[in-house]
Structures are given as structure tokens and as C-alpha cells.
């Protein structure tokens, strides 16, 4: 059974720092892309970044390109989110989520394509 544990997230200020984590259990990593996502009060969910299996491809939201980076250490089957120079529009609960792939492919931006979601963490940036 697939299970993907957020962790990191907190309340900072705007300007600041944080590193989302996101443990993955029952998976085989070269087998999954991952992504992480964010939905803020009242809005729908949206992508933030996506990896591809081994790590050599990755792909932002507009939004967040040149602040955030995303991650994966494979040995450890965990992604991680690194998030900088943070903004009060940033405000949400961030998910995680992973892509079975048949083969090698760029990382999706799509929500429906990915097969599982963690529960989220929520990252509050005040201002």
C-alpha cells in the first residue's frame, strides 16, 4: 500500500525559508514521478513542482520558478520542496503526490495523472 507523508510545513514570515518533506512508503521510486501541489482557502488545488524518477527532470509553476526546488533522494524515497524567499500568496495546504509511469517521461503538471496524494501540510506566510 502507497502511503506519502507530508512534513515541514509551519507558520514563517514573508521573506523566509522552509523545506517540505514528503516520505514515501510502498512504492518503488524509479517507478514514480512526484509532484507537489497547493490549494489555498476557497481555491482549487494547483500544481507547484514535479521530478521524474531519477531527478534529471524538473518542472515549476510560474509562480514559484527561480524560489522553489524541488528534490528527491531515491536511497531514502523521499521529495522534498525547498521554498525561499516566500510570499503571503503562498499560503496553503501543500501536497504531495506520485505518478506511476510506464516509462521515462517528463514530469506532469496534470493533477489527474497523478495516482496518490498524501494528506498535506499546511504553510502559513505572514506578512
Known amino acids: 500500500q502507497v502511503q506519502l507523508v507530508e512534513s515541514g510545513g509551519g507558520l514563517v514570515q514573508a521573506g523566509g525559508s522552509l523545506r517540505l518533506s514528503c516520505a514515501a512508503s510502498g512504492l518503488t521510486s524509479r517507478l514514480y514521478n512526484m509532484g507537489w501541489f497547493r490549494q489555498a482557502p476557497g481555491k482549487e488545488r494547483e500544481f507547484v513542482a514535479a521530478i521524474n524518477w531519477s531527478g534529471s527532470a524538473t518542472t515549476y509553476a510560474d509562480s514559484v520558478k527561480g524560489r522553489f526546488t524541488i528534490s528527491r533522494d531515491n536511497a531514502k524515497n523521499t521529495v522534498y520542496l525547498q521554498m525561499n524567499s516566500l510570499k503571503p500568496e503562498d499560503t496553503a495546504v501543500y501536497y504531495c503526490?506520485?505518478?506511476?509511469?510506464?516509462?521515462?517521461?517528463?514530469?506532469?503538471?496534470?493533477?489527474?495523472?497523478?495516482?496518490?496524494w498524501g494528506q498535506g501540510t499546511q504553510v502559513t506566510v505572514s506578512s
Open positions: 503526490a506520485a505518478d506511476r509511469i510506464a516509462s521515462n517521461r517528463i514530469p506532469s503538471m496534470v493533477i489527474g495523472e497523478y495516482d496518490y
